[in-house]
């Protein structure tokens, strides 16, 4: 069974304050990959980031860092110094090994205020 | 490099008819899968296709269909139609089954 659990439906914050979101996920499978897309209001779905199961090395792109916890589970999102254009739906998706699709999380509305 | 185009960007339809929506993959890109996203959910898998075969399909009836093209380009229909089939379409391409997937912008379809 797989499961997606982001437990943080709406954040909000001012803009330049960091945020953390949150992702725990359920799989049987050894070799599974995790990612992370920001939904605008556009609508259209933009890949952020693809980690494997086997590469626990925490990642940070300009403001955006992901810290990867196969101990608990874990595969969290921190934006710092948030800015306006960060406000988004941002889900959290699990693709298992050796399966065709992606298996999202319900998202998390965040909202950074001027 | 074009990105994964979809067409319509809104439709509606009234509930018993039925609709074809479409999708054109990233170059070089020869993996199609289709989501369907309820108002405040998270996309739901509906199926894939590679290299013109259904590869997978989630938990929907068989109203929903598709067709995959020799350019790579997919088709999603469905039959029918039910209120509940009221969602955002979106359409994913990747170079592979198990590689990254790229989204489309969607297209919105009422059902009244």
């Known amino acids: 069974a797989q499961k997606v659990t982001q437990a943080q439906t709406e954040i909000s914050v001012v803009e330049k304050e960091d945020v953390t979101l949150d992702c725990v996920y359920e799989t049987r499978d050894t070799t599974y990959y995790l990612f992370w897309y920001k939904q605008p209001p556009s609508g259209e779905l933009v890949f952020l980031i693809r980690?494997?199961?086997?590469?626990?090395q925490n990642e940070i792109s300009g403001r955006y860092s992901w810290n990867f916890q196969k101990s608990t589970s874990s595969f969290n999102f921190t934006i710092t110094a948030s800015q306006v254009v960060d406000s988004a739906v941002y889900f959290c998706?699990?693709?298992?090994?050796?399966?065709?699709?992606?298996?999202f999380g319900t998202g998390t509305r965040l909202t950074v205020i001027p | 490099e074009t990105g994964v185009t979809q067409s319509p960007t809104h439709l509606i339809k009234t509930r018993g008819q039925q609709v074809t929506l479409r999708c054109s993959s990233q170059s070089g890109h020869n993996t199609v899968s289709w989501y369907q996203q309820a108002l405040g959910q998270g996309p739901q898998f509906i199926f894939q296709y590679y290299r013109e075969e259904e590869n997978g399909r989630g938990n929907f009836p068989p109203r929903f269909s598709g067709l995959q093209f020799p350019n790579y380009s997919s088709e999603l229909n469905v039959n029918a139609l039910e209120l509940d089939d009221s969602a955002l379409y979106l359409c994913?391409?990747?170079?592979?089954?198990?590689?990254?997937?790229?989204f489309g912008p969607g297209t919105r379809l009422t059902v009244l």
């Open positions: 998706a699990l693709h298992q090994g050796g399966a065709n699709n992606l298996f």
């Open positions: 994913a391409s990747s170079s592979s089954f198990a590689d990254t997937q790229y």
């Open positions: 980690r494997n199961s086997f590469d626990e």
